[in-house]
């Protein structure tokens, strides 16, 4: 049988958000020079609503982008299977910006290895900081996050489920038994 | 969806599914060619070789750019450069090639059939870069690309076909790709340039320019091989391009956002006038920048993944 559980419900998701935005602010002493990138799918949305926050707090539109990583994950070659590209939208330099990169999920680091390489070919940022709404932990690699709404330790046979009403029509986060090893 | 085939022949072989994930994965694509470092670490340690036994410009340095900016080793061998001057066979070519270890080769051949041999012969991936009068696939992935950009689809199209359809594999190749993807296709050239039962492949024929481009959304105009001059298919240049330049006057019988296409080289003046090459309607140089997304798809979803 499917265990399934969910940690955060919409209202969670959204003061996490909320949280996270006042923290991005406070870090980065207001907006100047400040950016936001998404990483498909789910770090997308998380961004146009972090990015909504912002506007809100601050009055200020910041540039938002859009990241595939596709073509840098470090597992293309061993896979028999291509994953499906989708477009990656950063209509805008990011040398010298104070980047900051949003996913959903933070788990063993890969992605935001891949991704970090990705925003290096769109120019030499100030720096790069991290902005997840759940730090599952099992880092492969020595990445951590500087903003996280949730830290939710987890086995490595349970898979961690973020929806959002953009694709999935409801807000929560849901932890499951799955078939990862 | 996802793409098993080992190899890119033709058009012919490709499903709808097939033929929309090559477009969609191309238009992910465009956007690395706009970046200041127009590069991707995707197929580093992977070799791509372009076999031309044949003249081309646009086809050959489009795969090489293509290959390039995926980070794949790209090597080109031209037939007037390598041992086939010596006599080598294609076989023979490709055997050595193969023993080198490359992960795709792309051909060019005059012969029809050619990159099929090849692709039965030999373990790596094989892309069809034009063979004889047969296929020119990724010139009319590239075609389809534009039309879909430009026009927001493909399906209910009206497009013409004008030229010497006979010896053209871009329109043979535009004609299955076309046809499967839901527009409606019209050739027209002189006589001796169609093919006998080309209505067969479910296109309609005129004899004239003029009938064929009334209420077309796209024009694609063919090249008229002027090595063929040597072959006596027509009377004479002046006479073809009296009946079958696309110019100023007769354009204004297809749609008014008329598209115009060609796969180049244009010969300006002789099948295209110079302003309509160079004017508003013209898209030829979008499905040249076009060609290098659509053949990075190609390579990405060929050998992107294990070899």
């Keep these: ?181 | 969806m996802e793409l098993t085939k080992k190899d890119i022949l033709g058009i012919k072989d490709l499903s709808v599914d097939e033929i929309k994930l090559i477009l969609d994965t191309a238009e992910s694509f465009i956007e690395i060619s706009t970046r200041e470092i127009k590069k991707v670490p995707t197929l580093r340690g992977k070799t791509v070789v372009n076999l031309f036994f044949e003249a081309s410009t646009r086809t050959r340095t489009s795969f090489e750019i293509a290959g390039k900016r995926l980070s794949a080793d790209t090597i080109n061998i031209s037939a007037s450069t390598s041992s086939v001057v010596k006599g080598e066979t294609l076989i023979d070519t490709a055997r050595n090639l193969e023993a080198m270890n490359p992960d795709a080769i792309v051909i060019r051949h005059s012969a029809a059939g050619a990159p099929h041999m090849l692709a039965r012969m030999v373990k790596q991936s094989i892309i069809n870069a034009g063979d004889g009068a047969h296929e020119h696939p990724t010139q009319a992935l590239l075609d389809m690309m534009t039309i879909k950009e430009k026009k927001g689809k493909i399906s209910g199209l009206k497009v013409a076909i004008i030229g010497d359809i006979s010896h053209s594999r871009v329109a043979r190749s535009n004609i299955y790709g076309l046809t499967k993807m839901g527009a409606q296709v019209i050739v027209a050239g002189p006589a001796m340039m169609l093919p006998r039962d080309i209505e067969q492949m479910g296109v309609v024929v005129h004899n004239s320019l003029e009938k064929a481009i009334i209420g077309v959304d796209i024009i694609m105009m063919l090249r008229i091989q002027l090595e063929r001059q040597q072959q006596k298919i027509f009377p004479s240049l002046r006479e073809y391009s009296n009946y079958f330049c696309l110019n100023g006057q007769n354009i204004k019988l297809a749609k008014e956002d008329v598209l115009v296409m060609h796969p180049g080289p244009i010969n300006r003046g002789i099948e295209i006038a110079p302003d309509i090459a160079d004017g508003p309607y013209s898209v030829i140089l979008d499905q040249v920048t076009n060609g290098v997304a659509v053949r990075m798809a190609l390579l990405y979803l060929l050998i992107g993944g294990k070899s």
């Design chain 1, 1 to 181: 049988m499917e265990q399934k559980k969910v940690v955060m419900d919409a209202d969670g998701i959204d003061r996490s958000l909320t949280r996270i935005a006042y923290e991005i602010l406070e870090k980065n002493k207001g907006t100047a020079d400040l950016c936001l990138v998404g990483i498909r799918t789910g770090g997308v949305f998380l961004a146009e609503r972090l990015k909504k926050k912002i506007t809100g707090m601050e009055g200020v539109a910041i540039p938002l982008g859009i990241l595939d990583i596709t073509l840098y994950r470090d597992d293309l070659r061993l896979s028999d299977r291509k994953p499906i590209l989708a477009k990656t939208d950063i209509p805008f330099s990011l040398d010298n910006k104070k980047v900051v990169l949003i996913d959903d999920v933070l788990f063993t680091g890969r992605t935001i290895r891949a991704a970090m390489d990705a925003l290096i070919d769109f120019g030499r940022p100030k720096f790069i900081q991290l902005a997840v709404l759940i730090d599952r932990g099992h880092r492969e690699l020595p990445i951590r996050a500087d903003f996280v709404g949730k830290n939710l330790p987890s086995s490595l046979w349970e898979s961690v489920v973020v929806k959002l009403t953009e694709k999935n029509g409801i807000d929560e986060v849901v932890i499951q038994e799955g078939s990862q090893p």
